[in-house]
């Protein structure tokens, strides 16, 4: 079975710029959580998507934003780029809706450089 | 206090023996965790989770719960080089949300 899919694998954008990223779940997975790892902070959750379906958010600003689709895919969205969004986002799907029995498997990441 | 809390290391010990990776959590009703395993340049790979207090075994891994002291930990037996990598330790939530610690660097050498 094919793992988590995420692309591109890296970008390169400046500030100011807006930029959306896409995350395949394995098949199967209904739920996609989101997360942004820096150095300094390590693993930050940003949101959790099941069924189309928000169902929880991390504490960011309200320019990270996401979605999914009816096939469980997702995609996250970041509006007007700083410096400090330069990260690598994390996709991780588990199997049912990101409940404390699931396990989340993650994809390879996005790495995002903000010039 | 953190919510989930790990030394950053790195924790460094000889090939063949046994590596001890802790951690602790502030939520008290927390029920599920999780160690990862993420090499460098990598995203992280699920290495097994616990449930339920006591010591689960998995190969060379186990990972050992103490819900009261808020505490659980993951042993590697017979360190390889290739173990070499830092480990997250998540933590479920009563938010519904995965918090993981900051990671431990782990150094295997020959």
């Known amino acids: 079975k094919a793992g988590v899919t995420q692309t591109p694998r890296y970008l390169i954008k400046t500030r100011g710029q807006q930029v959306t990223l896409s995350c395949s779940p394995i098949s199967g997975h209904r739920s996609v959580s989101w997360y942004q790892q820096t150095p300094g902070q390590g693993l930050q959750f940003l949101f959790e998507?099941?069924?189309?379906?928000?169902?929880n958010k991390g504490n960011f600003p309200g320019r990270f934003s996401g979605r999914q689709f009816s096939n469980s895919r997702s995609e996250m969205n970041v509006s007007t780029l700083e410096l400090g969004d330069s990260a690598l986002y994390l996709c991780?799907?588990?199997?049912?809706?990101?409940?404390?029995?699931?396990?989340?498997?993650f994809g390879p990441g996005t790495r995002l450089t903000v010039l | 206090q953190k919510e989930v809390e790990q030394n950053s290391g790195p924790l460094s010990v000889p090939e063949g023996a046994i590596a001890s990776l802790n951690c602790t959590y502030s939520d008290r009703g927390s029920q599920s965790f999780f160690w990862y395993r993420q090499y460098s340049g990598k995203s992280p790979e699920l290495i097994m989770f616990i449930y339920s207090n006591g010591d689960k075994e998995d190969g060379r891994f186990t990972a050992q719960l103490n819900k009261a002291s808020q505490y659980v930990s993951l042993l590697i037996r017979d360190s390889q080089p290739s173990d070499s990598a830092t480990y997250l330790c998540a933590v479920w939530w009563n938010t519904d949300k995965l918090i993981f610690g900051t990671g431990t660097r782990l150094q295997v050498f020959p």
């Open positions: 998507y099941f069924s189309e379906t928000q169902r």
């Open positions: 991780a799907s588990s199997l049912v809706n990101g409940r404390s029995t699931d396990t989340q498997y």
